[in-house]
């Protein structure tokens, strides 16, 4: 499959929000890390698929910025990226509250959860709105 054949879906972040919420919800309810650990991917899943269709859009713009198709779709995650970053965040929150926490290190590796500390102290919902004005 080249570049020009990856398909490209409008995501619907309400959807989407619902989704995630959904996720965290089984999540706090399950009581083994391997059932945490599915519902994990479950979620990962979600957002890979989030930021692939915003990182196509970026760089199918920044390929031909005269494109209108793409310039709305651009303009369309300049708007919500805040409130993907606020799912990404939910994600992050999901894991570190986690009483498996010691497991997901093991399996995921102490630098993504430095990472992940890290990208929760530049974020909070109360700045979404200038995030999205940005």
Do not use: C
């Not at 089984?26 to 519902?39: C, H, N, R, S």
């Not at 031909?64 to 939910?90: G, H, K, Q, V």
């Amino acid at each position: 499959m080249t570049f020009q054949d990856i398909p490209y879906q409008r995501p619907r972040i309400e959807e989407a929000e619902k989704q995630m919420a959904s996720f965290q919800e089984a999540f706090k309810a399950t009581k083994t890390f391997d059932a945490q650990w599915e519902i994990m991917a479950e979620a990962n899943r979600l957002r890979s698929h989030l930021f692939t269709m915003m990182i196509l859009v970026n760089i199918r713009h920044s390929v031909n910025t005269l494109d209108p198709f793409y310039e709305a779709e651009n303009a369309f995650f300049d708007e919500i990226s805040p409130r993907l970053e606020a799912l990404n965040m939910s994600f992050y929150d999901m894991l570190l509250d986690s009483p498996f926490l010691a497991e997901f290190e093991s399996k995921l590796g102490k630098h993504f959860f430095d990472v992940v500390r890290l990208s929760r102290k530049t974020f909070s919902p109360e700045i979404m709105e200038e995030l999205a004005q940005e």
